[in-house]
């Protein structure tokens, strides 16, 4: 059986619980690119959000 992988994934920002909220663009990062934005990863089934601006991809973990 072959799986793809996913490169959304491989690509995600990883985001700590204690980072919590969430916003994008975070600082020094596409500063410009659109207007600030919270994403509820916290809410997502799989831990995972996609920026709806930008695409960009982040993936919640847990604080080591």
């Known amino acids: 059986m072959i799986t793809k992988k996913n490169k959304k994934l491989d690509d995600a920002i990883l985001i700590k619980r204690s980072n919590l909220p ?8 596409m500063k410009l690119a659109h207007p ?29």
Do not use: A, H
């Open 22 to 29: 969430l916003c994008c663009p975070r600082d020094n990062y």
């Open 36 to 64: 600030k934005i919270f994403l509820p990863i916290e809410k997502s089934p799989d831990g995972v959000i996609q920026c709806p601006y930008c695409s960009t991809v982040y993936r919640l973990i847990e604080d080591e």
